[in-house]
């Protein structure tokens, strides 16, 4: 009897610690800071596909303005259509686009929400909240419902890597 509510007891300190570990304080700038800020000048913008589209403009626009993220990048955002904005963040030190935001975002929802990216020069850490424009994965690669979220990212290998996702 005693080992039945022993294992019932683990049992509930598992669950429990499983339930806490879900409001697990949230990614803060400050646990990702880079090492050093680049203090160079901005490389020319360096682009395998150089048409003469509007995200060619705006890119050659984005890599003269100074690094705003994670050391030596250039987080810049501009609308796409639709109603939409999109994002994309360049290395200044090579000119080339190191990552494309994950998704198209709501500029502004019937419901009031809208769009937000934080993000800092010295942390490799991005927040974005709103709604997706686009069907949106979870952190386990399932589809999600549309809805307005903040999703926090780190920058590694230039590529976003979701870190947590909060329904609003």
């Not at 049992?11 to 429990?16: A, E, K, Q, V």
């Not at 686009?97 to 929400?113: H, K, L, V, W």
């Amino acid at each position: 009897m005693a080992n039945n509510a022993a294992l019932g007891f683990i049992s509930l300190l598992g669950s429990l610690l499983i339930s806490l570990s879900s409001f697990a304080a949230d990614p803060k700038f400050e646990e990702y800071k880079v090492e050093q800020i680049f203090q160079g000048d901005n490389h020319k913008l360096v682009i395998e596909d150089d048409n003469d589209d509007n995200w060619s403009l705006y890119r050659k626009q984005a890599i003269k303005k100074p690094i705003n993220f994670a050391g030596h990048y250039i987080v810049f955002a501009t609308g796409c259509g639709g109603g939409a904005i999109c994002g994309e963040i360049l290395d200044a030190q090579t000119g080339k686009i190191a990552a494309s935001f994950p998704n198209a975002y709501e500029i502004d929802s019937a419901d009031g929400s809208y769009y937000d990216a934080s993000f800092r020069l010295d942390s490799r850490l991005i927040v974005i909240s709103g709604i997706a424009a686009d069907p949106e994965r979870g952190m386990n690669g399932e589809f999600l419902a549309s809805a307005n979220r903040t999703r926090y990212f780190e920058l590694k290998d230039n590529q976003l890597k979701l870190l947590k996702i909060i329904e609003e």
